[in-house]
């Protein structure tokens, strides 16, 4: 039976996952995440993880960029699959490198498309708005969603000017947070 | 004989390769490819390809980023690999979304790590520094080279603020340049 072995391919410098039958190469490359922070009068939608990992956290509506889209019709696809919410970006908050994983994270700033109408999508426990003082930071499920949240809270409304990037203590998205991904709120 | 037939997964809602023998899920999604603009004295490094698509015409360095490097590292080393260049990057001078062949393109301004040394890497025929007006546009890559080196043109060494994004007549990265990748350069 077929099976995929290690190989340096012709031509390449590095371990490639190759078919030991057919020679296919499966190459492996970090992928892109694609979400937005969403601001309602001056409040964040936050959605509660019906999924694992972290379930029971709280995140940004994102998640992995599909092929044939791009990058901001993939963020507002992730707003209603996790929120049903229909936004419109203004543009580019963050984007972080997390090495540890292969993650490229895209983060726009969005607002609403007409009314803030939102709701838990299937990944989602529940959905809310949040003002920055009642962020529910004991449960935030990932490094990066502080990351975005903080880029928000520097620059407001104001004008996008470059993109956040991971902060300085964690320039190659190696961190973990404390608490561990069994630890689950209540 | 194990072979991978299109189905949608448990939980998913789009189809994926799944191994008819095992159960396995390649998930296929956009690459993320890391380049950059490096400017010594007013002026652009480029290379002209030794590998197809497109041997023979002319591009930034640049590449897919490999797992376990942030986009940074994959730029800097895409600059050495295909130019042979040591270099520091500014920050974020454009990303682009190719959604016609499943990519994000993270593009950086930089600058040489010391003198400005280079040589054609292994991929490239031949790698030089051009000004603007001496760029040889007849011959350029890909569309994304174009928008790249547009959006150095406008900024300059001035201060990098948002980043560019596609241009206003390909919005989605669907559109191809008029030659033909077979109508290469003598």
Redesign the interface.
């Known amino acids: 039976?077929?099976a995929f072995i290690r190989n340096i391919p012709d031509g390449d410098?590095?371990e490639r996952s190759v078919c030991s039958?057919c020679g296919f190469i499966?190459?492996?490359?970090?992928?892109?995440v694609v979400g937005s922070v969403i601001v309602e009068r001056g409040e964040v939608l936050l959605c509660r993880r019906a999924i694992d990992p972290r379930r029971g956290f709280w995140t940004l509506p994102a998640g992995?960029?599909?092929?044939?889209?791009?990058?901001?019709?993939g963020a507002a696809r992730e707003a209603w699959?996790e929120a049903e919410a229909r936004i419109e970006i203004d543009?580019?908050l963050g984007?972080f490198?997390i090495?540890r994983i292969?993650q490229?994270q895209?983060i726009f700033r969005a607002r609403f498309a007409g009314a803030a109408a939102f709701a838990p999508g299937s990944e989602s426990l529940e959905v809310a708005l949040f003002p920055w003082n009642a962020i529910p930071w004991d449960t935030i499920a990932f490094p990066s969603v502080h990351w975005a949240l903080d880029a928000w809270h520097r620059i407001g409304a104001g004008p996008?000017?470059?993109?956040a990037r991971?902060p300085a203590n964690d320039?190659?998205?190696t961190g973990r947070l404390e608490r561990s991904p069994e630890d689950r709120p209540a």
């Open positions: 039976m077929a410098n590095r039958d499966a190459y492996e490359n970090p992928k892109v992995f960029l599909e092929l044939g889209e791009t990058d901001e019709e699959e543009g580019l984007i490198s090495s292969g490229i895209l996008l000017g470059p993109p991971n320039p190659r998205g």
